[in-house]
């Protein structure tokens, strides 16, 4: 069993970076498709981001593409989320999640294929 947990939100201001992180323990990192999503108040879970097993395959969302961008280290076992030009929309609680998925380059997007989540890291974007 892997537990994650996130680091690096906070409150910036409309346009701005942040870089959000993911430490995982326990298990390696290596063994794990991972995905990062976010939840505003009053509104569902959603997709963000997500990264194959092995690195090499990505895919987000048309709200974020080109703004965000994932990436991982396996030594490190972490996986990063860079965030730029961001907006007040993009104001959530971000979740990071790992799914245990044998084939290396399959990229999940979806929420309910997750087994292990982190607690999640605000991000608040000013107007």
């Known amino acids: 069993q892997v537990q994650l947990v996130e680091s690096g939100g906070g409150l910036v201001q409309a346009g701005g970076s942040l870089r959000l992180s993911c430490a995982a323990s326990?298990?390696?990192?290596?063994?794990?498709?991972m995905g990062w999503f976010r939840q505003a108040p009053g509104k569902e879970r959603e997709f963000v981001a997500a990264?194959?097993?092995?690195?090499?395959?990505?895919r987000y969302p048309v709200s974020v593409k080109g703004r965000f961008t994932i990436s991982r280290d396996n030594a490190k076992n972490t996986v990063y989320l860079q965030m730029n030009s961001l907006k007040p929309e993009d104001t959530a609680v971000y979740y990071c999640?790992?799914?245990?998925?044998?084939?290396?380059?399959?990229?999940?997007?979806?929420?309910?294929?997750?087994?292990?989540w982190g607690q999640g890291t605000q991000v608040t974007v000013s107007s």
């Open positions: 999640a790992a799914d245990p998925i044998v084939n290396t380059i399959v990229v999940v997007t979806n929420p309910a294929a997750y087994d292990y």
């Open positions: 326990g298990r390696t990192l290596s063994s794990y498709a």
């Open positions: 990264i194959s097993r092995n690195g090499g395959f990505t």
